[in-house]
């Protein structure tokens, strides 16, 4: 990246920084340095793009495919694996194709403040990292050390968690990155030298902070002291970057990186429309490289965002070759590009500067990337995701989250929450059970909904209050391709609405599903089109009443909200379809509560004419009758209905 000189005002501006930043007692002198660094490469204006034409596809051998990864054979660990000779005989054997390599690694997570929150039974991101590794240990009787990077804004409570495993057979270290002060925009000062000397004065610098503080901490001498050579670095959140090796092969994946002396690698995996923003691997001037989207020009963005063009990205899952982040850091290498992040403070904007691990790639001799499955991608950033984990859509076992086999759809399905669940402590307080949504395509919910126990979700859902409405999804329901949103207020076209009234008249079939229409206000609904001059929306409406007033409470919601003389009018519709619907409708309304208003002279006598209709429709005389049979008890007597048409 080309770097320019200071300006005299940069300068100055920097210099007066550096005075401010020496007085700040709450950091070291390492992390003063660093941040030092950091801005003045800033204001020197480092490049941001990239030229686009020359950027280059990567071949296979730049970003290998996972199916290329040659399997370890039975009985060849000791020679695939020649940086590790400690080991006798009867362990290389016994671990022929697993042992050795994990003997010289490390695994490290950057913890984040969702690392404390429960995924599943109870257990917490860390829980499960910890619980991969302990199985790890003794399974294969090996002892791979376990690196938690924090922030000081997760310190406290991954020390919390880490005491629980004191006397597991898990080797746990933690290390804090980088403290930085926050810059006020306004004159570049750092916000703690004004009074702000709480943690809102400060940030993380981002992942990519990694290396240096692995460095300060020194657990890099002190792992390199151990004879271990590589690192793999995950994000704590990302629950598909497991470490079973019965599950995935990741074993293969570090064999390779230690007999081609791959320094570096990073886990890509085939980008989808969901992640379209996300960075990819790019060959560029000779190295491979990450490309992200605030590098690209403003003309190429839709470019870059093309899943046919760029058709991988960053899992940011990382494996590091720990001698060569020690050759590197000591020769401050590392100028990662560098990512300008506004923020507001208590009413002043503020700037952080960051970096991310993975763009250390291009820095590193013999680095690659590997194509691998999906499955080794499972980030929980919001509480979308945690529903999707939290589900029969996954299991859990020894730490693993699995998926369920029982889906046959290899994409997981699209979940949009509203605001209402974007707390995780509203998200669970809105469920009873988290709804079964094994065969979900897609749910999108909004406004003030609440999901009752053993609910299930099939195809696509869409659910949304009115405001000011609570919504409460009843215990059981079974909600299958229904769009039970305000759609139907919000159609402009008369087919879209037709559709959607067709689809909640199928839905109101279901007895399963009263409690929810009713919480839904489909019934008013109902009643509405009634009064549609669109034929098909009172043929859809009044059926839609005719499939759920057997039930007393629907039939009471119908009554009072003025329904039977709707439904009455629904007796003289040119559409033979209204009139059966009405006609059912009015045989399960008719009690002692309403008969009068049902049973005028000259509904009944209309009635007894359609009971006479057998020449134009038997079923239609036939119900007609059962009507008469059972609310009224005469005599039929015979008539004609010019106006009913074939329709």
């Not at 909600?479 to 008249?505: G, H, M, P």
């Not at 004419?609 to 005389?621: I, L, Q």
Request: net charge negative.
């Amino acid at each position: 990246m080309a770097t320019a000189a200071l300006s005299p005002s940069d300068a100055e501006k920097l210099s007066k920084l550096k005075s401010a930043v020496a007085g700040l007692d709450q950091i070291s002198e390492n992390e003063k340095t660093g941040f030092i660094n950091l801005v003045s490469r800033y204001l020197s204006g480092e490049a941001q793009h990239v030229e686009w034409s020359k950027i280059n596809t990567p071949t296979d051998e730049v970003v290998v495919p996972y199916d290329n990864l040659a399997p370890t054979p039975e009985g060849s660990a000791a020679s695939s694996v020649s940086p590790v000779r400690s080991f006798s005989t009867m362990i290389c054997m016994h671990l022929a194709r697993r042992g050795p390599a994990y003997r010289q690694s490390v695994f490290f997570y950057e913890l984040i403040t969702e690392s404390v929150i429960e995924v599943r039974n109870g257990l917490t991101f860390l829980d499960l990292i910890v619980q991969q590794i302990e199985n790890l240990n003794s399974k294969y009787g090996c002892s791979v050390p376990l690196l938690l990077m924090n922030s000081f804004n997760t310190h406290d409570d991954t020390q919390k968690i880490v005491e629980k495993y004191s006397n597991s057979n898990i080797e746990i270290h933690t290390f804090n990155q980088s403290q930085y002060p926050r810059l006020v925009i306004e004159d570049f000062m750092p916000l703690p030298s004004k009074g702000q000397t709480g943690k809102d004065g400060w940030y993380p610098p981002g992942h990519g902070d990694v290396f240096s503080s692995l460095m300060n901490s020194g657990k890099l001498e002190a792992l390199l002291a151990k004879g271990k050579e590589y690192v793999f670095v995950a994000n704590s959140d990302n629950l598909g970057a497991i470490v079973d090796l019965t599950l995935t092969g990741v074993i293969e994946i570090l064999n390779h990186l230690v007999n081609n002396k791959n320094e570096y690698c990073m886990e890509v995996t085939p980008k989808t429309l969901a992640d379209v923003k996300g960075g990819t691997l790019i060959s560029y001037e000779g190295k491979v490289q990450l490309l992200e989207i605030a590098q690209v020009p403003d003309e190429h963005v839709s470019e870059f965002k093309s899943i046919e063009k760029f058709k991988i990205f960053n899992t940011n899952n990382l494996w590091v070759n720990l001698k060569a982040v020690k050759r590197l850091v000591e020769a401050d290498a590392l100028k990662m590009e560098i990512i300008p992040n506004p923020k507001e403070v208590d009413g002043i904007k503020v700037l952080q500067l960051e970096t991310a691990a993975g763009a250390a790639i291009r820095f590193f001799d013999r680095a690659i990337g590997i194509n691998v499955p999906r499955s080794r991608f499972l980030p929980v950033k919001a509480t979308s995701d945690l529903l999707l984990v939290q589900s029969d859509l996954y299991t859990l076992a020894d730490g693993l989250v699995i998926r369920n086999s029982a889906r046959t759809n290899p994409a997981n399905p699209s979940i949009e929450l509203g605001p209402e669940f974007k707390k995780v402590g509203n998200f669970l307080g809105r469920f009873k059970s988290i709804p079964s949504i094994i065969g979900l395509d897609s749910l999108k919910v909004s406004g003030d909904v609440w999901f009752g126990a053993n609910v299930t979700l099939k195809g696509k859902v869409t659910i949304s209050a009115k405001p000011g409405v609570k919504l409460e999804i009843p215990d059981g329901a079974i909600l299958e391709n229904k769009d039970l949103v305000s759609r139907f207020q919000n159609a402009t076209d008369e087919e879209t609405k037709e559709k959607i009234v067709a689809n909640l008249a199928n839905f109101a079939y279901d007895p399963y599903n009263y409690k929810f229409l009713r919480q839904l206000n489909v019934l008013e609904l109902f009643l509405d089109c009634i009064t549609e001059p669109n034929e098909k929306l009172v043929e859809f409406g009044v059926g839609g009443i005719c499939n759920s007033c057997a039930d007393p409470a629907n039939a009471a919601i119908i009554t009072r909200c003025s329904g039977i003389p709707l439904i009455i009018q629904c007796l003289s519709s040119p559409v033979r379809n209204t009139v059966n619907y009405a006609l059912g409708a009015l045989y399960y309304l008719c009690d002692a509560s309403n008969k009068e208003e049902i049973l005028k002279p000259e509904v009944v006598d209309l009635i007894e004419r359609y009971a006479a209709a057998g020449a134009v429709d038997v079923n239609f005389s036939n119900l007609a009758n059962t009507f008469l049979e059972k609310h009224v008890r005469r005599e039929h007597v015979t008539g004609v209905f010019p106006h009913l048409n074939s329709s």
